[in-house]
């Protein structure tokens, strides 16, 4: 409860300085909007539907992304962690891609895909697809070999040795690096949108700011501060305490 | 021998990728507006920096996420300092901090517009924002962990409160700040490059937009490889630093 209080203080304290001090006409209003302005705002696009449709288009965006990118770091990751010779072949090639922001590649999705879903999802899936690669690869690497003999000594063909062995005994450290490559996809979303993507939470951020509506920016800065607020509790404790099929004794 | 063999593999492998893409671009089954031919992209690269054109926009970029970065390093250490060795701080700045941190770093781009203009100053501030999170909660970390042990310590040698933070806090703090760090120059790298599309600012980013509206695909990907070339060269450089700053570590943990 003390924690509680502490930490709702200093918001608290901000907020009713920030009222009292536009209301006394003491911030400008032009960048400043007041806070009850800002909740009249967020109220107002919450009902015509603005917000809700435009967090659609960037979690939808954000999601799809990240679907791609779980998809294909997982299945490249597995193959490169069976054969360490291939991952010595190829990885440099991965690697001289790696340090590529994700942003600068926007002109030319938008080239390839133009306007829409389709460019801000590329995106999302390069951005998110080298944590989930890296850490797949160092999951199967260390996999109990003994696990790998069995599967061996049972003649299981590559298939059932991917969906009984391997995944489950990679699934808790590659949890991880999926953990972050969700984080990381709904913040390349927004980066799309602000940069040029006509779509979503940051586009209708952009256009508030163009059009001097400050306290629909407010709003829409504070929406999203809470969806990422929540997503991340939320992945806290969904894999906070998740640990493969075959236990944490398995895992190096 | 086998390393040689190796080394040699994951070459040839990169080289029979773009010698595919080159053939493939040249005998036009790929189009070469989405997709020039390597040897475009390279001799466009290669253009660029014999004319000298490619300075001018890569100084402007690496002046602006280095300023936004060295502030944020600097005010998230301190910050992260102030508040790991003080419990009250810490449970008063800590929920709001908790709220701040996911907040995507480009979505304060509308905001410093608002209040800065397009100038250096808001690529710069919003540079400082969205890498200020990693050093922070490093610095944070690194200040919070020190071991019971070490405090002992200083109390066994009665070292006053500034001995005690300069020859325990700080080192203790120190690897954890600088991973930090590390994280937060790859973000300026990023922010840079969302500012200057957003805010048409002269740089690397821009460029690559210009060469789109006007389908200069040689020109995009040359700017595209240029980036991945200053994103490679700024980690490797704090990698060194990294190495020399904590050289008193002996082999890395």
């Known amino acids: 409860m003390r924690r509680i209080l502490r930490g709702a203080a200093i918001p608290v304290a901000i907020l009713l300085l920030w009222e009292s001090g536009s209301r006394a006409g003491l911030l400008p209003m032009d960048t400043l909007s007041r806070p009850s302005d800002v909740a009249a705002a967020f109220a107002h696009a919450l009902a015509d539907g603005s917000i809700p449709l435009a967090t659609w288009q960037t979690v939808q965006a954000a999601l799809l992304g990240f679907a791609i990118a779980a998809a294909t770091g997982v299945l490249a990751g597995v193959i490169l962690g069976l054969s360490p010779v291939l991952e010595r072949t190829v990885g440099p090639s991965i690697e001289a891609l790696r340090p590529v922001p994700a942003v600068a590649l926007t002109p030319l999705t938008l080239l390839l895909f133009g306007f829409g879903l389709r460019m801000e999802a590329a995106i999302v899936a390069f951005a998110c697809v080298w944590p989930v690669l890296l850490v797949t690869v160092a999951a199967v690497r260390g996999i109990e070999p003994r696990l790998l003999e069995v599967a061996q000594a049972l003649r299981l063909s590559f298939p059932s040795r991917l969906r009984k062995i391997i995944l489950p005994a990679a699934l808790g450290r590659v949890l991880v690096g999926l953990r972050v490559a969700l984080s990381i996809s709904l913040i390349v979303a927004v980066t799309v949108e602000i940069v040029m993507n006509p779509r979503g939470l940051g586009y209708g951020m952009i256009v508030a700011s163009q059009s001097l509506k400050p306290d629909l920016m407010y709003a829409q800065l504070l929406w999203l501060g809470f969806l990422g607020w929540g997503l991340n509790a939320m992945l806290t404790r969904v894999f906070g305490r998740w640990h493969g099929a075959f236990g944490p004794g398995v895992q190096p | ?253």
């Open chain 2, 1 to 253: 021998m086998k390393r040689l063999l190796e080394a040699s593999g994951a070459v040839l492998f990169a080289a029979g990728l773009l010698l595919l893409w080159q053939i493939l671009a040249e005998r036009e089954l790929i189009s070469p507006v989405f997709f020039p031919s390597p040897s475009r992209t390279l001799g466009e690269l290669w253009h660029q920096v014999v004319q000298g054109l490619i300075w001018a926009p890569l100084v402007a970029t690496g002046y602006r996420m280095f300023c936004g970065w060295a502030l944020a390093s600097l005010a998230g250490a301190a910050v992260g300092a102030a508040i790991g060795l003080s419990r009250a701080a810490r449970e008063y700045l800590e929920p709001l901090l908790e709220f701040l941190r996911p907040l995507p770093a480009s979505a304060v781009v509308p905001v410093a517009i608002l209040f800065l203009g397009f100038s250096n100053a808001m690529t710069i501030a919003v540079i400082a924002f969205g890498a200020i999170w990693p050093v922070l909660l490093g610095s944070l970390h690194g200040f919070v962990s020190i071991e019971p042990q070490l405090a002992d310590v200083a109390a066994a040698l009665k070292l006053t409160r500034a001995q005690a933070f300069a020859k325990i806090a700080v080192p203790n703090a120190l690897p954890d700040i600088l991973a930090g760090a590390r994280v937060g120059l790859a973000i300026s790298l990023i922010l840079a490059v969302v500012t200057e599309m957003q805010a048409s600012q002269t740089g690397l980013g821009q460029n690559i937009l210009l060469a789109q509206r006007s389908f200069r695909s040689p020109e995009l990907y040359a700017g595209v490889v240029t980036l991945g070339i200053v994103g490679f060269a700024i980690n490797h450089a704090i990698v060194v630093l990294e190495r020399r700053l904590l050289r008193w570590r002996g082999a890395p943990a």
